[in-house]
């Protein structure tokens, strides 16, 4: 009998984000951003689904890119941060690849290879984040460069740093370095991300790279007129109830102790499937219908709840750790981190099904 621990990935949901973010996006397209394995989702399968509806995928790094094509999808594909070496220079020839070129090694690598420049190619442009990219002076010199090694399709892509906050000065200087670029490119751009997309930053220009929001887990501000549904939930069933006595304590160390007489609800997931230990004594955990609060410290296979004020909890009772009726997101809070992280974390151990 396998536990009852899984990860369901409802594609439905997944496609109709996809469809809200066109619907925000107006005239860019949308290059689906699907590295990390989707955010833990299951690259092919959501890249699948996604297909039907995007123009293209956005991944880290061209093993990522070559798994999609390999799978047979045969979308346009971005490589966020180019090729690292000659190897991967040939295999974006090969498998008809786009890149990002942040430095100037990397249009050397160009220049030594013998493939001529075909596929478009994005030159990343640092446009406030500090991590990758040209300085914004120095992007007509980098286009004329392309241009003279073959570069037919150009567009230039920069990075929000903070687009959860539109109006937060790293945002505004962000959005007046980009504008003051638009208006002096001849080359296609792309600016936004999921918060980019949601906030309205910037889908004027030609894509916008959207991950997040795809799967139903972006920070979504209360006034913003979308709706997107959780695509993962992390299910799983009481295994074990237990009384204990006022005074008692509850896991590892005996973190949590018990002020009243309790009864205790043992979960089988833990930080060996992604569920994250940070989580403090408090993290809610969904359970037939309400939230109970988590107490004492997460285990590699077990959590443990406090269902006391549910009286007739009983063994098999549906649990599910963060998914419709509770967002990652405010797991995630209590966990010290980002919806980002525990979507992207989840270790592979719980089997992970796809509905429909
Ligand atoms: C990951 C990534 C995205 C997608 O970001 P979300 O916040 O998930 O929408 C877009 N652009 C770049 C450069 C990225 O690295």
């Not at 621990?5 to 997944?14: E, S, V």
């Not at 498998?95 to 190619?121: R, W």
């Not at 490119?185 to 004027?204: C, E, F, H, K, P």
């Not at 992280?341 to 796809?354: I, S, V, Y």
């Amino acid at each position: 009998m396998p536990r009852p621990t899984t990860i369901a990935i409802d594609l439905d949901a997944l496609s109709l984000n996809a469809a809200a973010t066109g619907s925000l996006a107006g005239n860019s397209r949308i290059l689906a951003s699907v590295k990390a394995n989707a955010y833990g989702h299951g690259m092919i399968r959501c890249s699948q689904k996604l297909s039907e509806i995007v123009d293209g995928f956005a991944v880290a790094f061209c093993e990522e890119a070559v798994a999609l094509r390999e799978a047979g999808i045969d979308l346009p594909m971005l490589l966020l941060e180019g090729p690292f070496d000659r190897c991967d220079v040939d295999a974006i020839h090969e498998h008809g690849l786009m890149m990002t070129l942040h430095s100037h090694h990397q249009i050397d690598l160009l220049e030594q290879s013998c493939h001529p420049l075909t596929a478009p190619i994005w030159i990343k442009i640092d446009s406030g984040m500090h991590r990758l990219g040209f300085c914004p002076a120095e992007a007509p010199q980098i286009e004329k460069r392309l241009r003279e090694l073959g570069a037919q399709s150009i567009t230039l892509i920069s990075h929000y740093a903070d687009g959860e906050h539109p109006h937060s000065a790293l945002t505004q200087e962000q959005q007046k370095v980009w504008q003051r670029l638009k208006n002096t490119t001849l080359s296609q751009t792309s600016m936004a991300n999921s918060a980019g997309v949601i906030n309205g930053l910037d889908t004027r220009s030609n894509w916008v790279r959207p991950g997040i929001m795809l799967y139903g887990a972006a920070h979504v501000a209360t006034e913003t007129p979308i709706s997107l549904e959780p695509v993962m939930s992390f299910n799983s069933e009481v295994m074990a109830l237990r009384e204990i006595t006022a005074g008692e304590s509850v896991g590892y160390g005996g973190r949590w102790r018990a002020t009243r007489d309790s009864l205790i609800a043992t979960i089988p997931a833990g930080y060996g499937d992604g569920y994250p230990r940070t989580a403090i004594d408090g993290t809610p955990v969904w359970l037939q219908g309400r939230r109970f609060p988590l107490v004492g410290r997460v285990s590699m296979d077990m959590i443990t709840v406090d269902v006391t004020d549910f009286s007739d909890c009983q063994v098999g009772a549906p649990v599910e750790l963060w998914g419709k009726h509770l967002a990652v997101n405010e797991v995630a809070e209590y966990a010290a981190t980002i919806g980002y992280e525990l979507l992207t974390r989840m270790t592979g151990r719980a089997p992970m099904n796809f509905v429909p």
